[in-house]
């Protein structure tokens, strides 16, 4: 069921034990710069790096005790594959993690790190499907699935449930889009826990499927020609009606100015 103003609450109470409350930060001179009050949740410093602990915790809290014992499964190239492998871990049982073979090796000794087992495949979206099929088949895994996942999308509407508390009266709350389990899940914790908050995403014009598909009213497949690599997948069934429903606009943005972004946030975050 698509989450709601319960259910997100309970999965913070769920997965509290398990990560961190990220701070927020401010700047007085990117509040200079801009002309409006700025504040960073910092998700950065979240276990694993990412928000995805958020999602990957909840899910797999979620499961019976048999399905957990089983083991846990999903395809992915970066963060919630390590997010999986940690989740996994924190409950003694398997991980199955499906990586395409040109992942990023950091990412593969991540997940290496939190005991999980890697399957390497081509870097197509097809091969990473049948791969996982296959391991499912064999071992009786329940699959996580990176950000088509109710629960999922549950687990990280609890990082804007936390903004909004630590900053509240927000007028507009933006986030990043790839598959669009965070920004579902920001669009859900906004219209439940501060419904005067306006809802935008940013996207790599490199990109910019989700972008498309809100003028489409469909889905639209991806690109992969920005160095945002993390925002490469398609948005799913489940993510797209919340994302239409919910959010005000996508903004694209170019490579140079993701760049100069990022420099600005650490010369004057320091992060």
Excluded: W
Aim: hydrophobic fraction near 40%; charged fraction near 20%; glycine fraction near 8%.
């Amino acid at each position: 069921m698509i989450p709601d103003r319960t259910s997100i609450v309970k999965a913070h109470e769920r997965i509290s034990p398990y990560i961190h409350r990220t701070p927020v930060l401010m700047s007085e001179g990117l509040n200079e710069m801009t002309g409006a009050r700025l504040y960073f949740k910092c998700e950065n410093f979240q276990k694993v790096g990412a928000f995805k602990a958020r999602g990957a915790m909840n899910a797999s809290l979620k499961l019976s005790r048999e399905q957990q014992q089983k083991g846990l499964a999903t395809h992915s190239s970066g963060n919630h594959a390590q997010a999986l492998a940690r989740a996994a871990r924190m409950l003694g049982v398997p991980a199955y993690i499906v990586m395409p073979r040109t992942a990023p090796e950091i990412k593969k000794r991540g997940v290496r790190g939190y005991g999980g087992q890697i399957f390497e495949c081509e870097p197509t979206l097809a091969a990473r499907e049948s791969t996982l099929a296959e391991v499912i088949a064999r071992t009786g895994a329940t699959e996580i699935h990176p950000f088509n996942n109710y629960d999922v999308i549950e687990g990280q509407a609890t990082c804007a449930s936390e903004f909004f508390e630590d900053a509240p009266a927000l007028d507009v709350i933006l986030a990043p889009v790839g598959g669009g389990g965070l920004l579902s899940g920001t669009a859900l914790a906004a219209h439940f826990f501060s419904p005067g908050t306006l809802v935008m995403a940013g996207e790599p014009a490199g990109s910019d499927d989700a972008y498309r598909s809100m003028q489409s009213g469909k889905i639209e497949s991806a690109q992969s020609q920005t160095i945002a690599d993390g925002l490469l997948t398609t948005l799913g069934d489940k993510t797209f009606p919340i994302i239409r429903e919910h959010v005000r606009e996508i903004i694209t943005v170019t490579d140079a100015e993701i760049i100069a972004a990022m420099r600005l946030v650490y010369e004057r975050l320091k992060i």
